[in-house]
Nanobody, 124 residues
Framework: QVQLVESGGGLVQAGGSLRLSCAAS????????MGWWRQAPGKEREFVAA????????NYADSVKGRFTISRDNAKNTVYLQMNTLKPEDAAVYYC?????????????????WGQGTQVTVSS
């Protein structure tokens, strides 16, 4: 089992920044690719970003490319999502997830463990 706890969400004005963190515990964190997903009210959960176990590969949704950066610190068992130039349409509950493969990083089925989520609200 892997337990994931997100933090760092909150209320920010459009154009502002937030940094989300996801702390992992349980099985060896460095074995897992990690992803960030989000879900807005009335919408399906959507892929945001993913990072391979080593951090050497990343993948981003087109909607966040150039604004969001995913990173990880395997020594701290933590993955981060730096979000810049936030837009109202970025508002959602953000979830981190862990999976053993990176090839299915853009699919919910590519992940075995999910956190409880952290709310991001962007005011216009």
């Amino acid at each position: 089992q892997v337990q994931l706890v997100e933090s760092g969400g909150g209320l920010v004005q459009a154009g502002g920044s937030l940094r989300l963190s996801c702390a992992a515990s349980g099985r060896t964190f460095s074995n897992y690719a990690m992803g960030w997903w989000r879900q807005a009210p009335g919408k399906e959960r959507e892929f945001v970003a993913a990072i391979s176990w080593s951090g050497s590969s990343t993948n981003y949704a087109d909607s966040v490319k150039g604004r969001f950066t995913i990173s990880r610190d395997n020594a701290k068992n933590t993955v981060y999502l730096q979000m810049n130039t936030l837009k109202p349409e970025d508002a959602a509950v953000y979830y981190c997830a862990a999976g053993l493969g990176f090839t299915r990083a853009t699919m919910t089925g590519g992940y075995d463990y999910w956190g409880q989520g952290t709310q991001v609200t962007v005011s216009s």
